[in-house]
């Protein structure tokens, strides 16, 4: 009887075990290593930051470039021989992706640099940072076409930095 009865409380033990939700484990923390701390240090490095997001820019904007440039047609195109007309949009799609890539990588440049000046004098990670970041950018992209120009492109590439940032926020 003694047997049947500690069967039995198994039984019951092994059911409210089973009926119980297990809590998940909580993985102990790591803590970095020597070179991941340095390559953190090296990749916060505003100078750093800038050039990386520069040369980015850059390959962007000559991808871009290359397909716009591919889309422009001769306006004589009924005149001209097919190999004129390769060779003319083969030239569209040199200039056209080499304009894009300077222009991508001053806007990559000045954008990273200036978040990350600001970043670092503010200490907090923020819209505002955006913000200044794309006033910057804008102006100084446009400041050729004089003041007013600089005024707009401040506003909107600071409008269109914010959108974007709450854009990439909500989608991460």
Same mark, same amino acid.
């Given at each position: 009887m003694a047997s049947s009865s500690g069967i039995?409380?198994?039984?019951? *033990?092994s059911s409210s075990k089973e009926a119980e939700p297990e809590?998940?484990?909580?993985?102990?923390?790591r803590m970095p290593t020597m070179e991941e701390i340095r390559?953190?240090?090296?990749?916060?490095?505003? @100078?750093?930051?800038? *050039? #990386?997001?520069g040369v980015m820019g850059g390959g962007l904007g000559l991808f871009m $470039?290359?397909?716009?440039?591919?889309?422009?047609n001769p306006l004589m195109q009924?005149? !001209?021989t097919a190999r004129e007309q390769f060779i003319y949009t #083969?030239?569209?799609? $040199?200039?056209?992706?080499w304009s894009s890539c300077k222009a991508f990588a001053v806007m990559g440049l000045i954008f990273s640099a200036a978040e990350c000046i600001v970043e670092k004098a503010r200490a907090k990670h923020d819209v505002t940072n955006t913000v *200044? @970041? $794309?006033? *910057?950018?804008?102006?100084? !992209?446009? #400041?050729?076409g004089g003041p007013k120009a600089a005024c707009v492109g401040c506003a909107g590439f600071a409008a269109f930095s914010v959108l974007i940032e709450k854009f990439l926020e909500r989608h991460t």
């Open positions: 039995e409380s198994n039984n019951g *033990v809590t998940p484990q909580i993985p102990p923390f390559a953190q240090e090296v990749w916060n490095n505003c @100078a750093v930051r800038s *050039v #990386a997001s $470039g290359l397909f716009l440039g591919a889309l422009d009924e005149e !001209m #083969a030239k569209q799609m $040199g200039r056209r992706s *200044v @970041a $794309g006033c *910057v950018t804008g102006g100084s !992209m446009s #400041a050729k």
